[in-house]
């Protein structure tokens, strides 16, 4: 007998893609994808049957091939998640995500009096995890900020 | 062998080792009890102050003076090219540097002086920026913590006031992280010290706790450290009924351990009772006069290899 395997999400010939975010998350990724500028033609699943986490979300993100600074900063929302690299519908590359240490020039600092919006530095912020709480402190301003207001969802 | 502050940037409270800190409070305490008037001779040192201050400048200024270095600079950021004609403070502060061999400045916007710390070829010495970091101020207050006590460790020290938005409160109780105090807190709940601190406590492995009124903080504190609870942060029917709370008067202190100082980084209205003043206890005007021998102190390693 033939095995019956069906994709949940249509397969992608050159692109990224990302699996096993936790449902609920991948919003939240596909809206951190839009600040990063992205344009590529974006294919999503939420809450779709897993095995490991009961339901997942997964973001497929064609032509388009995520190198593994973009995938930490991906991360903060989603850090058990799995970036897959494809090109020719096979696996280039593979990472598992994780909480970076630091995000340098991907958010502008909640603060409006910081002085990272009105001099020619680059945001940086430090994260830190605590109690399933991801917070980002800005290294100038020093203030901490969850990460869903740094990231302004 | 050279200090480990020569030529560094002070910026936050949070940069400074605990050994740094002591080092600092040691040569206030000798340069007070023995001046040293040539310690920045042939030095020049800018004064950039962006945001008007009084006892920040002038004592920077006078510590400055006292070492035999001069000074350069302005008291009011109005007439300088960042007002006048646009340029950036990474501009300035790249020109100023350049010119000087320490660079102090204080500045309304909180990261002001890290940013100038990565433009500037001397070290920066941040004067307070915005709502963020002053610290020389802790650096004062530590001095007068040891002066009046005699160590910085294991003191039972109790915050008063303001605790949310104080940033002199918050750089004193991150500092004295490093010599394993006991803090207490009497704040108003909307003005109570932020989690993102309480956390920091914790990782510290300081012992905190709230307390309701000025008998209970009185009776136990080594070190009571005043604040003023801000009028705009309350309507008007609201603060009056907490700020009378907030004030602390000579009867509450007639349980006070004999060794108890209180401090408070001034300027005072009326959070402590000018009858509080005659008291052994009130050590503030000492405290602001120690700002020169701190900032002289940080001054002379900052610009010495050794001294």
Do not use: W
């Not at chain 2, 909307?190 to 914790?202: C, G, I, N, Q, T």
């Amino acid at each position: 007998m033939v095995e019956k395997k069906k994709l949940q999400v249509e397969a992608i010939n050159t692109g990224t893609v990302i699996d096993h975010i936790p449902a609920g998350q991948g919003v939240k990724i596909l809206s951190q994808l839009q600040l990063l500028g992205t344009d590529s033609r974006i294919t999503v699943g939420f809450n779709l049957p897993s095995q490991e986490l009961g339901l997942k979300d997964i973001i497929k993100v064609e032509n388009r091939l995520f190198n593994e600074t973009e995938a930490s900063e991906m991360g903060l929302f989603a850090p058990k998640a799995t970036i897959n690299v494809i090109e020719n519908y096979a696996v280039r590359d593979k990472f598992k995500m994780s909480v970076p240490e630091k995000l340098d020039g991907v958010f502008e600092c909640p603060n409006s009096n910081c002085i990272t919006h009105n001099e020619p530095v680059q945001s940086s912020f430090t994260v830190k995890e605590r109690n399933n709480n991801i917070n980002l402190k800005c290294k100038y301003c020093e203030k901490s900020f969850s990460k869903d207001i740094v990231a302004g969802l | 062998m050279t200090n480990s502050l020569y030529q560094k940037h002070i910026v936050s409270i949070t940069d400074l080792s605990r050994e740094e800190l002591e080092l600092i409070v040691a040569t206030a305490a000798s340069i007070k009890t023995s001046p040293r008037p040539n310690l920045l001779a042939g030095k020049v040192i800018a004064s950039c102050f962006f945001e008007a201050s009084t006892r920040t400048r002038l004592s920077f200024e006078t510590a400055v003076q006292r070492l035999g270095g001069t000074i350069i600079g302005f008291a009011d950021g109005g007439n300088t090219s960042l007002a006048k004609k646009g340029e950036t403070l990474s501009d300035s502060i790249q020109v100023i540097s350049s010119y000087t061999d320490a660079v102090v400045m204080r500045h309304p916007q909180e990261g002001s002086a890290r940013m100038a710390s990565e433009f500037s070829s001397a070290p920066v010495i941040n004067g307070g920026d915005g709502s963020n970091q002053h610290p020389t101020q802790t650096l004062l207050d530590l001095f007068s913590i040891y002066e009046s006590q005699g160590t910085l460790d294991g003191l039972k020290v109790a915050f008063c006031g303001d605790l949310k938005y104080g940033r002199t409160v918050h750089s004193l109780a991150q500092a004295l992280c490093h010599f394993g105090a006991e803090f207490t807190f009497l704040a108003p709940d909307e003005l109570s010290m932020p989690d993102y601190l309480l956390e920091d406590f914790v990782d510290a492995g300081i012992t905190f706790k709230r307390a309701e009124d000025f008998y209970e903080v009185a009776h136990e504190a080594d070190i009571i450290y005043m604040t003023r609870v801000q009028k705009e942060r309350f309507d008007e029917t609201e603060y009056k009924q907490i700020a009378s709370r907030y004030i602390l008067t000579a009867e509450h202190l007639k349980e006070a351990k004999p060794n108890m100082r209180i401090l408070h980084p001034l300027p005072r209205v009326d959070e402590i009772s000018t009858d509080v003043d005659k008291t052994p206890h009130a050590y503030y005007f000492q405290q602001a006069e120690n700002g020169v021998y701190a900032r002289e102190a940080l001054l002379a390693l900052v610009l010495n290899e050794s001294i």
